[in-house]
């Protein structure tokens, strides 16, 4: 027979967002992709040379609407980095709990729209319905339940409110019960388990040379983590483990991310715990001068699709020369072409889905 | 620290499980939990979700304490806010006017106001029919009952203060020192227009060749918010602004 080209996307319900994959299908059986991105396309790395420094801390929030904390975070972080501002450790632990609290949302998300890849409608709404009490911590903590819009450069916008360590434990406690209760919806069911296994495998030398990173790359047994190896934000000072996992199928990343929000909630649990002792008149944050001095900078953070990265050039004055962007789902995309070699049609949504596509980020 | 799920799931493979009976059961189990519990869903339109007052809604106004200064105009990333001339009791004052089509709800704008003017507000039902519904004056922005948690303070600590060893929580709006360059200012009193807190006065010191008064501006930091409006209509660019970090 023939070989058939088919477009899945844009709008097809398994592209999370504006993008194409086209498949070279004999039969059934998927040969060759080619992912097409660019829908999206703003602009944003032009827009951002024409903006003074604070400016583009809420238009951060922009690249990707469910990792805005992490994306506004490294911002600010390669900012600081030539500004040469040293942060607070209050300044640094509120900062992890906002991106831990912002990763538990993002896997939500993504264990919601991992439900319904696979036709499970009630995966997504218990799933949905858990994100909720992550969104009101950020509502109570920064005012926004998505947009956070927290890191300053220099600090962060404000410091807890009242009740809030209190509203988060509770949030986490409750979290981890309620989710081994979604676990039996999805591990125990032999349906779920036979859609994810053995699909979408990607060897450990293969994700390596495509640049993988993030829970793609840990599901297929390499063991690095930004936040561990190039530790920022006193993430060495709390006591957590990397998830990996060895056999690169689809169902390896979801374990892997499925463990990444256990490990969030203990990370969340101890930076509440770090910011017990430190006293509220340690600085929340400081100013930070208009012009940057000129000269490159970069600067990396664990977003919860992998590693994030902002590279700046700086010409001395108030605005960036250029800010660049390295998404880490612009580069896990390039992958699709490998990972659905030789799967059928229908194990597509499960293998995309498990590298949770953020669009805003890629096409930027 | 021990991995919660992982040590516990790998072990299971595909033989071991019970088909889908545990998923139905604990469906089922959560079916029993949902008839007899409250709801956790909300009929919106009719009963709304609470929200803290802190929420960033649409950017409100309180006019009588607006002095006017276009800082909010100056930090707005979406260039959303224009100052429009209104009136303010037979007087013409600058407010600010927001293009809600545009707004992208950074709270910025009640951030950087000096004043406080700026509020955020726990509205965020603005949908309207024509885009002219959107752009909100200066007195269509303001929000009754407005609290303290609706402000946006900007605090901080200053480096140099902390390098000092003062541990001293200030407002970060006011702390830059405005100043003039030697022997650029030409005197011609723009920038004593343009002041909304009137913090610039024109001083004379003695006479120029052709006999005429030689002006020169005085800057009360006191009054100074560091809107940069003076710098902005200074044609020889004679006004400076000191960081003060």
Known sequence: MADMWVTMGPQHPFSHGLWTLKVRVDGEVVKDAIPVIGYLHRGWEKECENRTYPLIIPMADRLCYSASMTWSHVYCKVVEEAMGIELSDRAKYLRVVADEICRLQSHLMWLAAMGTDLGNLTVFLWALREREFFLDLNVKLCGQRLTTNYPRLGGVRNDMPYFFERDCMRAVNRFEKVLWEIIGLTDESSIFLSRMRDVGVISRKDAANYGLTGPTMRGCGVDFDVRRDDPYCNYDLLDWEVPVCKEGDAYARYKVRIEEMFQSCEIIRQAMAKLDSIPKTDPIRVKAPRNVPAGTHFARVEDPRGESLMYLVSDGTDRPYRLKVRSPIFVNVSASKHLVQGVRIADIPAIMGTIDMCLGETDR | MPLKYLDKFPKKNNARTL???????????????????????????????????????????????????????????????????????????????????????????????????????????LAAYTREELIYGPRKLAWPNSTEMMEVHMEGHLLSDLKKGKNEKISLHCVDVIGLIDGKCIGCTRCVKVCPTEAIEMHTYGEDEKGKPKKFPLFDRQKCVCCERCMDVCPKDAIELKEVL
């Open chain 2, 19 to 125: 088909w889908v009976l545990k998923p139905m059961w604990v469906t089922l189990k959560k079916m029993f939990k949902t008839t007899f519990h409250r709801p956790v869903t909300i009929m919106y339109p009719y009963e709304k979700e609470w929200v803290p007052d802190n929420y960033r809604g649409r950017p409100g106004l309180r006019f009588d304490k607006c002095i006017g200064c276009g800082i909010c105009k100056k930090m707005c990333p979406t260039t959303c806010i224009t100052m429009v001339d209104s009136d303010d009791n037979g007087r013409t004052v600058q407010r600010p006017q927001v293009n809600l089509g545009r707004c992208m709800m950074c709270g910025y704008c009640a951030e950087y106001c000096p004043v406080n003017a700026m509020i955020v507000t726990p509205d965020y039902e």
